[in-house]
């Protein structure tokens, strides 16, 4: 039987009091005579209802444009702050009576930064200098970067097999731990005439340097990775039947890789602020040997203009590092 008032073959429009009621039921929805009805309701008539819908298709959106908005206000407080201590630091050198040599003007500063990068004519004879101490500052850089590049790379991996073995094995972790605890206390200036003394005074004594000061770190950074994987991720995926080498790849790898990355970031500050005492003998080129020899005569423009780039340099290695970390552990980032 159809409905009344309905050809046979076509669809009751869901809108109709007829098509939503049973045979002599009412036309407000309610039930009558035994036979059941059915109310309609349109999201239309929700309060809220579109909003709602609304708000759960743009609010990834809405947060996106919320990050980039609070990323752009960053910019003027950074340049902002910049400006402030650049201000502060020429106002101290101009006014606060000092001597040049004890702290000299931004101005100053920056002309060593360019003039190291140039090619001058000499008093006195007629070939140009170039640099300082036969180098430019961007090849003294260049040295140090490259001698951080070897012993920070096997510092890592020299870190992260042993931090795994330590998170791997209670009896390794108790009878290495205290030495990597011992080794990771000490300071570069310690042993640097050791190293010289087994080494030589050639690059090798200092990348030996940068290696012993990164890979404590990233060894104890690797073991709290490791033994910060709960146990129950461990035996629900091996439950469902995952081979040893699935689960380190989809379980104990992701939920140490951060800590991991941690540990590397922790470590280039590290190997950054023992390039100093690593090129203090023999260190040119090399930035960290230009600013202690510019120190020792008195060049104070110059060492301040060679602590500026090796921070910027640190600065840049650590964004790439989080950079890394934001593609490979996004998980971390956003908890």
Request: net charge neutral; proline share 6%; charged share 10%.
């Amino acid at each position: 039987m159809t409905p009344s008032g309905a050809s046979p073959g076509s669809v009751p429009d869901a809108r109709s009091p007829d098509s939503v009621s049973g045979g002599g039921g009412s036309s407000d929805g309610t039930a009558s005579g035994g036979s059941a009805s059915v109310s309609v309701v349109s999201v239309d008539s929700v309060p809220g209802g579109p909003a709602l819908g609304g708000a759960g298709e743009g609010g990834h959106g809405g947060v996106s444009r919320l990050l980039a908005g609070l990323r752009r206000r960053r910019i003027p407080l950074h340049l902002g702050t910049l400006a402030g201590v650049i201000a502060v630091w020429w106002a101290v050198a101009r006014f606060g009576g000092l001597d040049p040599v004890v702290l000299p003007g931004p101005g100053e500063v920056a002309d060593r930064l360019v003039t190291t990068n140039l090619c001058q004519s000499a008093s006195g004879s007629g070939r140009p200098e170039c640099g300082v101490q036969g180098y430019f500052l961007w090849q003294h850089l260049l040295a140090t970067i490259q001698r951080i590049a070897v012993g920070l790379g096997a510092g890592t991996v020299v870190g992260v097999l042993l931090g795994w073995l330590l998170g791997s094995s209670r009896g390794v972790r108790s009878v290495v731990e205290p030495y990597l605890s011992f080794l990771r206390a000490l300071p570069p200036l310690g042993y640097i005439g050791l190293l010289i003394v087994w080494f030589g005074i050639g690059d090798q004594s200092k990348v030996v340097l940068l290696f012993l000061a990164a890979f404590p770190t990233v060894a104890v950074s690797t073991l709290v990775g490791v033994t910060g994987v709960r146990r129950d991720w461990i035996l629900a995926t091996e439950s469902l039947g995952a081979s040893r080498v699935q689960v380190f790849r989809t379980v104990l790898l992701p939920g140490a890789l951060p800590d991991i990355i941690n540990g590397v970031r922790l470590a280039s500050g590290l190997c950054w602020s023992a390039i100093v005492a690593a090129e203090m003998n023999d260190g040119i080129p090399g930035i960290g040997g230009l600013a202690y020899i510019s120190g020792t005569q008195l060049d104070t423009s110059l060492a301040i203009a060679c602590i500026i780039v090796i921070g910027i340099a640190a600065l840049l290695l650590d964004q790439l590092l989080l950079w890394v970390e934001r593609t490979y552990a996004p998980w971390r980032t956003k908890q």
